[in-house]
């Protein structure tokens, strides 16, 4: 599937090799690692990812994801969308990887396809964990969990939490409903150098990609435009104002269809 599947924010299968029962594939060669490497556990050395850089991941690995859902022909399903699989480029610049459990979309008049649950504990769009029911706003769900991360820098789960702080979605809920505690959310790591119109705007589309029911969430191709809008303006920390390539005070409106 993946040979057949080409876009700046997915990673490139280079070659494969097939010896005996033995099967390699060969992709590029990502230097940055991946999202998870930079935002949980940090090593000292290495410098914590800034507000701009984290819009960018955010935007690029959603336009990978509009690719797979709205360009590619059967859409597909990514089934496994996560901070290990989205690797970094020179740059920072984001691709998504590890297509093993991607599945085929529904076409026609089919609304959903029915397979075995895969997929990481705490990603999974809940219709999905409960029934088997995959469909594109199944990887909305998953990118909103993803983006959550990208804002707090908490993991999906993380057990060394107390009890209501271990699933980032639930913990993070009775939070959305109060923007004055939108601060809270923000990693500490970024050390209050963030704008918080944009911390408010990205969010609105997280707290949109997971809701609980799927007619609910947002188009991919709606995030797209709201992350690339966010991505566009450029915070400056030494003068805490803000740039923006893009004219407006507000992301754009969402669809729900």
Same mark, same amino acid.
């Not at 959550?148 to 959305?176: C, H, M, Y």
């Given at each position: 599937?993946?040979?057949?599947? @080409?876009?700046?924010?997915? /990673? ?13 594939? /060969?992709?590029?060669? !990502? &230097? ?5 490497? @930079?935002? @949980? ?5 290495? =410098?914590?990812?800034?507000? *701009?850089?984290? !819009?960018?991941?955010?935007?690029? #690995? +959603?336009? %990978? ?39 085929? %979309? ?6 959903? /396809? ?11 769009? &809940?219709?999905?964990? $409960? ?21 707090? %820098?908490?993991?999906?789960?993380? *057990? ?22 939108? +601060? ?11 704008? /918080? =119109? ?9 707290? $949109? ?5 799927? *007619? !609910?969430? &947002? ?11 966010? #991505? ?13 390539? =893009?004219?407006?005070?507000?992301? &754009? ?5």
């Amino acid at each position: 599937m993946l040979s057949l599947l @080409h876009h700046p924010n997915l /990673v490139n299968l280079i070659g494969y090799c097939a010896d005996g029962d033995q099967r390699l594939l /060969v992709y590029e060669y !990502m &230097p940055l690692g991946s999202l998870e490497d @930079h935002l @949980h556990e940090l090593p000292p050395d290495k =410098r914590q990812l800034d507000w *701009n850089t984290r !819009m960018k991941i955010a935007a690029g #690995a +959603a336009k %990978g994801l509009e690719y797979l859902h709205d360009k590619a022909s059967p859409p597909v399903i990514y089934r496994d969308l996560k901070c290990s699989n989205i690797l970094l480029g020179e740059g920072y610049h984001p691709k998504l990887s590890d297509f093993g459990l991607a599945k085929l %979309g529904p076409v026609g008049d089919k609304t959903h /396809v029915s397979t075995r649950v895969m997929g990481t504990y705490g990603y999974c769009a &809940p219709e999905y964990a $409960m029934t088997g029911q995959l469909t594109l706003k199944s990887d909305v769900y998953s990118f909103g969990v993803v983006l959550l991360e990208i804002i707090t %820098g908490r993991k999906a789960i993380d *057990n060394s939490r107390a009890g209501g702080e271990q699933n980032l979605v639930a913990w993070a809920r009775p939070l959305f409903k109060d923007r004055r505690k939108f +601060a809270q959310m923000a990693d500490p790591l970024l050390q209050g150098q963030y704008p /918080v =119109r944009g911390l408010y705007q990205a969010l609105a589309v997280a707290a $949109m990609c997971v809701q609980e029911q799927p *007619n !609910m969430r &947002p188009l991919i191709a709606d995030v797209v435009t709201a992350l690339s809008y966010l #991505a566009s303006q450029k915070y400056d920390p030494g003068t805490q104002t803000v740039q923006g390539s =893009r004219t407006g005070s507000s992301t &754009p409106r969402m669809r729900r269809e």
